[in-house]
């Protein structure tokens, strides 16, 4: 991939930081918690045959999703060099897109398009252009996971300014494309005792245009 960077966040997440942050999310126990978080967070949704997944770093969450729909073909884009290694050892390498997601435009659509833990991270000016990705590439279901605010705010993250923001990105969605619409949502809690998340506002929208 070119680094044909256009924001700084992006920088960012292609290089050490994003390569340290594989190490701090994965293992046995975030399977666990995913397949929980996702037999909740799908259970209205009808069996997606497909799955494409926005910033999927290792494929953590494909992995979860695999184990509930074992069927499902799976594609993912992700902008670090070295997660897209590790995709790769568990997605067919055409599957995997070695991207920006600034850079991605969609070439079909999918049952389910899933974005979790990413929005917050990219830089607020860019967000019309990756909502409309998202939109393009949404066959049935959008499935946003994603720290929550009613209004924007920037929040330091690990030290850094400038690298989280908090708004409402569901809502942005449903009042910019009429032909989605919200079927579920819910919250994760990171205290949870038996499968916790990192505190997250999840939405399922479905595509009815």
């Avoid at 979860?64 to 997660?83: F, R, S």
């Avoid at 998202?134 to 300014?161: I, S």
Wanted: proline share 5%.
């Amino acid at each position: 991939m070119k680094d044909n960077y256009q924001t700084e966040q992006e920088i960012f997440w292609a290089g050490p930081f994003g390569t340290e942050y594989i190490k701090r999310n994965c293992g046995e126990e975030l399977l666990a918690s995913n397949l929980a978080f996702f037999n909740r967070a799908l259970r209205l949704a009808c069996k997606p045959k497909d799955c494409i997944e926005f910033g999927a770093n290792i494929g953590m969450n494909l992995q979860a999703l695999k184990l509930i729909y074992p069927k499902q073909e799976q594609y993912a884009i992700e902008i670090n060099n070295d997660a897209v290694t590790e995709l790769r050892k568990i997605l067919p390498k055409k599957n995997v897109i070695h991207s920006s997601i600034l850079n991605y435009l969609p070439v079909k659509q999918y049952d389910l398009v899933l974005i979790k833990g990413v929005l917050i991270h990219l830089n607020p000016d860019c967000l019309s252009q990756v909502y409309e990705a998202l939109y393009q590439a949404t066959r049935h279901y959008l499935l946003m996971c994603e720290y929550y605010n009613p209004t924007p705010v920037q929040v330091t993250y690990r030290g850094f300014k400038e690298r989280l923001f908090k708004r409402d990105f569901c809502g942005e969605m449903l009042d910019r494309y009429v032909g989605l619409k919200l079927i579920d949502y819910g919250f994760c809690y990171h205290r949870d005792p038996n499968h916790p998340q990192d505190d997250i506002n999840w939405f399922l929208l479905e595509r009815r245009e």
